[in-house]
């Protein structure tokens, strides 16, 4: 038999713009009464198992401004390490935990997240990754959407042997995904993402 | 640590071909200057974080979610503007379908004016149009909606720069790493060929991807013209494939 070669071409990418917000957060942007509610806003249901954590991100320009018209998704597993089985077409029973969440930045180019910290998922050389949540970015001036991932500094040892951060050639940069625990209400897990400069994030070709 | 796969879904995406896509930095949309990265993208492969990604039930769309000219009707009276139909096939590379998926989109009124408040453009607000929908794909991978034909609006890049009528589109897939966000534009408006949104795709014939062609056959008589949009997302080699390498 003989594989499939591809013969169409990818749709080409365009900027999601300035008024992303009516389209992927109506709600957010005061279109109320179109969506009962954002999709991906909430993440958590009751029945979701693990450990509960707030994701906190800033998006700093290369001039050092806040990206402000941001939003960004983010896609996970579950505290086993599990991704949520795709739903059936007409099925009603969402799962109590889709690992799957959407949110605009503030003003000062802030998003946050509740969500649970992801259990190691295994790596293409079988062995686990480090426990991280991808991430994907987009916003007026994002010609593609930017793909990158946030570890967790309390995950020393894991990280030191993760698969993608060892892709990275510079340490230092590897730090650029890592992001800061601050102890709260929620433990709390901090990452500034820089889309250009010194401090630039890592993105992804993925 | 295991991860459920879509049936017949485990092969890898086939590489994106960023030759086919805006480079992230095109000096002629002025926005790009600050925000595109200046590192060369990491080649990270495909783990399962992304060959899998979310899905949608179709219990999440409301009844009107795909009807843009009443989804925000404030007294019953549908929104102003050429009604149209548009609709369109989700395939990948492969020319496979893409069931299932859900896709989103926004534009602006009739008039070329966003329902937002950053918006400054002049043109009047229509009371009853919101500018946003959305939609599942069918078994086929086929999508449609209905909606008024956006207008064209001025925004501030060179002084005195014109999007042509255009629609935005948020398209899933199946895996995380077909996440895809573009814009449809409408066949024979000259206005394409001299925006600079539009010129950050580098070829001609992507370009041509992001033009929906009028279909007379799908038209609604004295109601709706309709504009077919297809839209492919990035397909993946077949794990027959990846077998026949190792065996190589
Ligand atoms: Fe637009």
Same mark, same amino acid.
């Given at each position: 038999m003989l594989h499939p070669v591809p013969t169409l071409r990818e749709t080409p990418s365009q900027t999601?713009?300035?008024?992303?917000?009516?389209?992927?957060?109506?709600?957010?942007?005061?279109?109320?009464?179109?969506?009962?509610?954002?999709?991906?806003?909430?993440?958590?249901?009751?029945?979701?198992?693990?450990?509960?954590?707030?994701i906190v991100g800033r998006i700093v320009d290369g001039a050092g401004s806040p990206v402000g018209d941001a939003v960004v998704e983010i896609w996970q597993a579950d505290a086993a390490g599990a991704f949520a089985a795709p739903m059936g077409p007409n099925s009603n029973s969402a799962p109590a935990f889709s690992g799957w969440g959407r949110q605009p930045v503030n003003g000062d180019g802030v998003f946050t997240f509740q969500t649970i910290k992801p259990g190691p998922v295994a790596g293409p050389d079988g062995k686990p990754m480090a426990p991280h949540v991808s991430l994907w970015i987009v916003a007026r001036g994002i010609n593609i959407g930017l793909q990158t991932r946030l570890y967790?500094?309390?995950?020393?040892?894991?990280?030191?042997?993760?698969?993608?951060?060892? &892709?990275?050639?510079?340490?230092?940069? %590897?730090?650029? @995904?890592?992001?800061? &625990?601050?102890?709260?209400?929620?433990? %709390?897990?901090? @990452?500034?993402i820089y889309l250009q400069g010194d401090k630039e994030t890592v993105f992804f070709d993925v | 640590m295991s991860s459920i796969m879509l049936p017949g879904a485990d092969g890898a995406l086939y590489q994106r071909d960023h030759s086919w896509h805006p480079a992230a930095n095109t000096p002629g949309y002025k926005s790009t200057t600050f925000r595109a990265p200046r590192q060369p993208l990491l080649a990270i492969g495909a783990t399962a974080s992304e060959l899998t990604g979310p899905t949608f039930g179709h219990s999440m769309l409301g009844a009107l979610d795909n009807d843009l000219i009443r989804n925000y009707s404030q007294d019953g009276t549908e929104a102003i503007g050429q009604r149209m139909i548009v609709f369109g096939q989700v395939l990948d590379e492969n020319a496979r379908a893409v069931p299932n998926t859900l896709v989103e989109f926004w534009q602006a009124n009739a008039g070329g004016r966003y329902r937002h408040k950053k918006e400054g453009y002049l043109a009047a607000l229509d009371p009853n149009f919101g500018g946003c929908g959305r939609t599942i794909t069918d078994e086929n991978g086929f999508y449609s909606f209905r909606t008024v034909k956006p207008g064209a609006y001025p925004w501030p890049n060179g002084g005195n720069d014109w999007r042509p009528a255009h629609i935005h589109f948020s398209v899933f897939g199946h895996a995380f790493a077909q996440r895809l966000i573009t814009q449809m534009y409408f066949e024979g408006d000259p206005m394409i060929w001299q925006c600079p949104i539009v010129a950050t795709v580098p070829d001609k014939a992507g370009i041509d991807q992001l033009i929906a062609r009028l279909d007379r056959h799908n038209t609604t008589p004295m109601d709706s013209l309709a504009y077919r949009f297809d839209i492919v997302l990035r397909g993946r080699r077949s794990t027959m494939f990846e077998n026949k390498l190792e065996g190589n």
């Open positions: 999601a713009g300035p008024y992303v917000h009516i389209g992927m957060t109506p709600n957010f942007a005061e279109i109320r009464g179109i969506y009962d509610a954002d999709p991906g806003l909430a993440m958590l249901t009751p029945d979701t198992v693990g450990e509960r954590i707030e967790f500094a309390d995950e020393t040892e894991a990280n030191a042997a993760d698969y993608v951060l060892n &892709r990275i050639a510079d340490p230092r940069r %590897r730090q650029t @995904l890592i992001a800061r &625990r601050e102890e709260g209400a929620l433990p %709390r897990y901090v @990452l500034d | -």
